[in-house]
């Protein structure tokens, strides 16, 4: 099974500016969740999505958002783009079937906001 | 009440020795306890993972202890190998929300 894809895998943007990262789960995993990890803060949860729907999110503002679509691709979108937003975007898939909850992590995302 | 205390920040073992880095968590409600392993430019990689009905789980050289009275849990690492060095992250989930809560992470190196 092809592992975790996410496109594309470096990014540089201008402050104000806006972003979408993208992200294919492995074959037959429902669940995408994105995470922001950055030396200071650490990995952080950004949102969960099932089957299309944004199940659970954490912490950000509003300018983080995202979406999932019926073949379980998920994409992130950050607008109004800040200096702090410069990290690196990983995206991790499950089955979440109830037993299996495992959650696999892509290369990730580096995005540099200059 | 959602952080999991993750420590040392840093370690240096020599080839051949026990690896232990250890968690702490306050939220009763984790009920799956994953490690990570992270190598520069990589997405962290599943390791092992364990859940609170379990007092330890091996795999290989890996091993984690859990000890669910004392809301801890420890990433050992037998033989250490100098392709182990890594960043390690322990984490927690409560399998209800999906949403992992990340230690700070581990550096580790392994010396030749």
């Known amino acids: 099974k092809a592992g975790v894809t996410q496109t594309p895998r470096y990014l540089i943007k201008t402050r104000g500016q806006q972003v979408t990262l993208s992200c294919s789960p492995i074959?037959?995993?429902?669940?995408v969740s994105w995470y922001q990890q950055t030396p200071g803060q650490g990995l952080q949860f950004l949102f969960e999505?099932?089957?299309?729907?944004?199940?659970n999110k954490g912490n950000f503002p509003g300018r983080f958002s995202g979406r999932q679509f019926s073949n379980s691709r998920s994409e992130m979108n950050v607008s109004t783009l800040e200096l702090g937003d410069s990290a690196l975007y990983l995206c991790?898939?499950?089955?979440?079937?109830?037993?299996?909850?495992?959650?696999?992590f892509g290369p990730g995302t580096r995005l540099t906001v200059t | 009440q959602q952080q999991v205390k993750q420590s040392p920040q840093s370690l240096i073992v020599q080839k051949g020795g026990i690896s232990i880095i250890n968690c702490a968590y306050e939220?009763?409600?984790?009920?799956?306890f994953p490690w990570y392993q992270q190598f520069p430019g990589k997405g962290p990689a599943l390791l092992i993972a364990?859940?609170?009905?379990?007092s330890e789980k091996k795999e290989g050289r890996f091993t984690i202890s859990f000890n669910k009275s004392a809301k801890q849990f420890s990433l050992h690492i037998m033989d250490s190998q100098p392709g182990d060095s890594a960043t390690y992250f322990c984490?927690?989930?409560?399998?209800?929300?999906?949403?992992?809560?990340f230690g700070t992470g581990t550096r580790l190196l392994v010396s030749p």
């Open positions: 074959s037959g995993h429902r669940s």
């Open positions: 999505y099932f089957s299309e729907t944004q199940r």
């Open positions: 939220n009763t409600a984790f009920d799956y």
């Open positions: 364990i859940r609170p009905d379990v």
């Open positions: 991790a898939s499950s089955s979440w079937d109830g037993s299996d909850v495992e959650q696999y």
């Open positions: 984490a927690a989930v409560n399998t209800g929300f999906q949403k992992l809560v």
